[in-house]
Nanobody
Framework: QVQVVESGGDLVQPGGSLRLSCVVS????????MNWHRQAPGKQRELVAG???????EYADFVKGRFAISRDSGENTGHLQMNDLKPEDTTVYYC?????????????WGQGTQVTVSS
């Protein structure tokens, strides 16, 4: 059974910070990449940040300098540190984990965590 659980979403004032976490529980799953996406109502899902086991982190232009993505070494756990949050960052954030189960490439999505930036 696969579980992808995001946490850390909350209501925060503009300029504030939040730290999202993603834990992937899946038998024999070895994560290769962990990405964070977000999707506002009526809009397409967009990539916010991504990180692989071997590469450098990548960020969408609209979060560069404010967000930082990380992974716990050897664990199927990732984080998204969000600083200087703006009202336009308000939406649901999703964790997307890519990796392998044996020789098969697989990917899993979480259910999302709500981030609301408002005064």
């Amino acid at each position: 059974q696969v579980q992808v659980v995001e946490s850390g979403g909350d209501l925060v004032q503009p300029g504030g910070s939040l730290r999202l976490s993603c834990v992937v529980s899946a038998s024999r799953f070895r994560v290769y990449a962990m990405n964070w996406h977000r999707q506002a109502p009526g809009k397409q899902r967009e990539l916010v940040a991504g990180i692989t086991t071997h590469g450098y982190p990548e960020y969408a232009d609209f979060v560069k300098g404010r967000f930082a993505i990380s992974r716990d070494s050897g664990e199927n756990t990732g984080h998204l540190q969000m600083n200087d949050l703006k009202p336009e960052d308000t939406t649901v954030y999703y964790c997307h984990a890519k990796g392998t189960v044996g020789d098969a490439m697989v990917d899993y999505w979480g259910q999302g965590t709500q981030v609301t930036v408002s005064s």
